[in-house]
């Protein structure tokens, strides 16, 4: 199984940017579909955007689309999450998670076997 690290947070004005990257210390990243989800306090995790195996498809939810960008290095064993036009609204804890190979639902927690700690991101206004 693959050991997840995600690195990258901080606190940032709204109108800003930040770049999260989630390593692999542990297995393989190229053979899993990846993505990233969030968690605001007081809210359930939710789906943020992911990205398949080669890195050649990403999708988004709506709340980020044409302000994140999620990538992947498969020879640096990292996918990336490049965060603009940051919001307050988008302050939460940030987790990668690996996809399960049958899965078919890229927005359901439950297609991911394999997740990070987090990263704390807080964008103030």
């Known amino acids: 199984q693959v050991l997840l690290v995600e690195s990258g947070g901080g606190l940032v004005q709204a109108g800003g940017s930040l770049r999260l990257s989630c390593a692999a210390s542990?297995?393989?990243?190229?053979?899993?579909?990846m993505a990233w989800f969030r968690q605001a306090p007081g809210k359930e995790r939710q789906y943020v955007a992911s990205i398949n195996r080669s890195g050649n498809s990403a999708y988004y939810a709506d709340s980020v689309k044409n302000r994140f960008i999620i990538s992947r290095n498969n020879a640096a064993n990292t996918v990336y999450l490049q965060m603009n036009s940051l919001k307050p609204e988008d302050t939460g804890v940030y987790y990668c998670a690996a996809r399960r190979p049958s899965a078919a639902i890229i927005e359901s927690e439950d297609s991911y076997s394999n997740w990070g700690q987090g990263t704390q991101v807080t964008v103030t206004s």
């Open positions: 542990r297995g393989t990243l190229s053979t899993y579909g």
